[in-house]
């Protein structure tokens, strides 16, 4: 049991909480609250924290739910999790206090977890059948680009790119909007934006910038082919060399006097039509 | 120019800002920032508070481009407020830090305006033509709230409708992600959600429940009727005496192991199928 805020695990997990550098550097991201940990793959778990008290309500039956899951998935393979716990290797109990130290939310439910990031080859993504893809240009809003990342795999995307500068996926704002979905949303950060797009048409994907002045409306346009849409930042759009990419510039008509849509909201409404021009 | 924290007016702005009884109580709100004040129709300004380099900088100008509406839209009528501002009625001149002590916001633009609440009544919404409507039952999420009422104007939504225990339109944080549209989009708060949609039934409105169980795929009805759709409570959706008024429950098809999308995109996606179907 950890009593102490001092601890040098405690005093690491804060500083995962809130360097994006240090998660990167590390390769892992945090993962809070019951609901959230039940959706992680399970070979992807570094460590737990439970505070005692949620252990023995809803941590031990946590633990053999994915003790036996594991067991499932590699019956030869490693000792279950719940034998490793026992050890302290995966599982750490600490305080309450310690908990509200660690935590990122205002009301703790006292489970957290460390897991390691997932990684995506760029090209396997762009090569999937019946390509859908999500390319985000310079995102800034850790809820918007989780609530986007929910959207796509709901909305059947095959890939999500993103530019270097957009927010941080494993930010714990973002990882808690994606209700999951970052468990399994294939996607990838890229340096090179424009290239990245360019490879893609070489590839045969069609690929259409959102815009506010966009020639055509959305959905006049065929996505029962290989499909990629460029969505921009939320104040300022697309860069305009990332733009330039596209093939076709599309725009959402609007009534009102409204100038733009919400970046996610924008994508949502993209993405679906896809999804339903392909369901038909 | 007002120098104190402790000045009356200074205080009514905080229980302002914090106090949504208040707020109804008095009929007011408040806004904040300049593009947001921009969109403020001018006859529902009782009053606004600068800073002096707000004042000189973007205030003034701001000032006389609504004076000119004003004697525009009423020529006979009012004085300009421009001098009215110059008697101290419209215009309060405050310190920067009576400005950062009264301001929502962590980085204040230096603008504040307070603002008559609009009305609508309910009738008048459901005899809209080509009724577009929208039936929020118990929403929470401020920012959610917001944006699901910029959505609903670019959609072309007719009429909001909220039950009583949605979150308030008028909360500071909403109006922001609202980007103007409250000033635009008509709506109306109900006490008796059930007997509101019994009477658009009554009027010939067909009301489909977004529901996740829902029966038929949302893509696959007629939608250029005059219609309705109800969502619900972003954790535990539309309550049963509500979900059980509509005529027909309609589903968005997901793709992956989502479980639910959110409320604003789900709406989103919902009032842009109406509005691509109205267009065809």
Redesign the interface.
Known sequence: MITSTSNVKIKEIVQLQKKSRLRNERGIFLVEGLRMVQEIPMERIEKMYMTEEFYKKKGKALLQEQAMSRKRASPQGKEPLREEAAQGKVLELVTPTVFSYMSDTKTPQGVLAVVRQGGFAKEALMDAKDAHLLVLDNIQDP?NLG?IF??A????VTGVFLSRDCADIYNPKTVR?T???IF??PFVYVEDLPGTIARMKEKGICVFAAHLQGER?Y?REDYRKKTAFLVGNEGNGLRREVEEMADVRVR???????????A??AA??LM??V??QR?E
Do not use: H, K, Y
């Open positions: 809820g609530t929910r959207t795999e709901a909305a059947g909007s209700m999951g979905a399994r949303q409306s959905d959402i008509p609007m009534a009102g006097r409204a100038e733009s849509l919400n996610a909201i949502g409404v679906f039509e999804a339903r369901r």
